[in-house]
């Protein structure tokens, strides 16, 4: 009923800049706060960076300054704009929204994952 796509991953040099877009589908009555997520397989997974209803903004201390998180409410969609990357950066990348499905009745929602390869 809800699905979250994601695009704009790929390889690209230290020092580049990426763009990550996810886009929300579906039925459901409002979108809450959005986020990305980074998931190397077998190691933890990392914030890295969410967006509230309203704009309101917070980073991890891994990308502050580097990354930035936009939303779109009337595309329903939520951008990544990765600058100054580095190697270590390289990961999957998921696209994470909380989403009232119905009256007062919210879900979490996930993204399929766009790899990110950074190369030195």
């Known amino acids: 009923q809800v699905q979250l796509v994601e695009s704009g991953g790929g390889l690209v040099q230290a020092g580049g800049s990426l763009r990550l877009s996810c886009a929300v589908s579906?039925?459901?009555?409002?979108?809450?706060?959005m986020a990305w997520y980074r998931h190397t397989p077998g190691l933890q997974r990392v914030l890295v960076a969410t967006i509230s209803r309203s704009g309101r903004t917070t980073y991890g201390d891994s990308v502050q300054g580097r990354f930035t998180i936009s939303r779109d409410n009337t595309k329903n969609t939520v951008e990544l704009q990765m600058d100054s990357l580095k190697p270590e950066d390289t990961d999957l990348y998921y696209c994470n929204a909380d989403i009232e499905v119905g009256v007062r009745h919210y879900i979490a929602y996930w993204g399929q994952g766009t790899q990110v390869n950074v190369s030195s």
């Open positions: 579906g039925t459901f009555r409002s979108i809450q706060t």
